[in-house]
C-alpha cells in the first residue's frame, strides 16, 4: 500500500511539472515580425483614409510567467480616399513610420494555443505631401489574440491623433486585425 500511494504521488509530481513546464513561455529575448491592417473608423461619417497597412518588428524580453514587455519599429502606408477640395479631386498616399512600446501577457496553458492581451502605444511620423514631413502623432493599439505554436493572431483597435503644423486630425478610431511570426 506504502509502495503504491508512494508511486502515485511520484507520478502526480512527474505529470503536474511536465505540464508546467509545457505551459511557460521561454525566459529571455523574443522577437516579432508582424503585418497588419488598419479597417473601418468607428463613430465618424466621414472618413476620408482607406485601410492602413502595416510591417512591424518588435523585440524584447520576456520574463518567462508570460510577461513580455518590448519596443517596436514598422511601416506603414494608406492612400487618402478621393474627396472634393475646392472642386479638385485629391488623392494622396501616405507612409508613416510608427515607434513604440510593446506590453504583453500570454495566459498559460498546457496546449499549443494559448490566448493572450497586449498593449502598444508610442509616437509616429506622417510622411506626405512634397516634402515628406507632414505630421507627427500618437497612437494607441488595445489588443487581444492567440498565440499558435511559433504565429500570433491579433484583433483590437488602433487609436491615433496626427498634427499638421496648425490642424489636428482629431483622435480615430479604427478596428485592427494582425499576423506575427514569432521568434
Given at each position: ?8 504521488s511520484v507520478?502526480?509530481?512527474?505529470l ?32 476620408l ?32 480616399l ?20 510593446d ?7 498546457a496546449s ?5 492581451v497586449?498593449?502598444?502605444?508610442g ?8 516634402d515628406?514631413?507632414y ?21 483590437g ?24 511570426y514569432?521568434f
Amino acid at each position: 500500500m506504502k509502495r503504491t500511494l508512494l508511486a502515485a504521488s511520484v507520478l502526480i509530481g512527474l505529470l503536474c511539472s511536465t505540464l508546467s513546464a509545457s505551459a511557460q513561455t521561454p525566459k529571455g529575448y523574443s522577437g516579432r515580425v508582424e503585418v497588419g491592417m488598419t479597417m473601418v473608423r468607428f463613430f465618424s461619417s466621414s472618413d476620408l483614409q482607406g485601410p492602413k497597412y502595416l510591417l512591424s518588428t518588435t523585440h524584447g524580453y520576456s520574463f518567462g510567467n508570460g510577461l513580455f514587455v518590448g519596443a517596436g519599429i514598422g511601416l506603414g502606408f494608406y492612400t487618402d480616399l478621393p474627396h472634393n477640395n475646392e472642386s479638385v479631386v485629391v488623392e494622396e498616399r501616405r507612409l508613416i513610420m510608427p515607434l513604440y512600446a510593446d506590453v504583453k501577457y500570454t495566459f498559460r496553458n498546457a496546449s499549443s494555443v494559448k490566448p493572450f492581451v497586449e498593449a502598444r502605444g508610442g509616437m509616429f511620423k506622417d510622411f506626405a505631401g512634397e516634402d515628406f514631413s507632414y505630421g507627427l502623432g500618437w497612437f494607441a493599439n488595445p489588443m487581444v489574440g492567440i498565440d499558435i505554436s511559433k504565429f500570433s493572431v491579433m484583433f483590437g483597435v488602433d487609436i491615433n491623433d496626427c498634427s499638421y503644423g496648425n490642424w489636428s486630425s482629431g483622435s480615430g478610431l479604427r478596428s485592427y486585425i494582425g499576423v506575427a511570426y514569432n521568434f
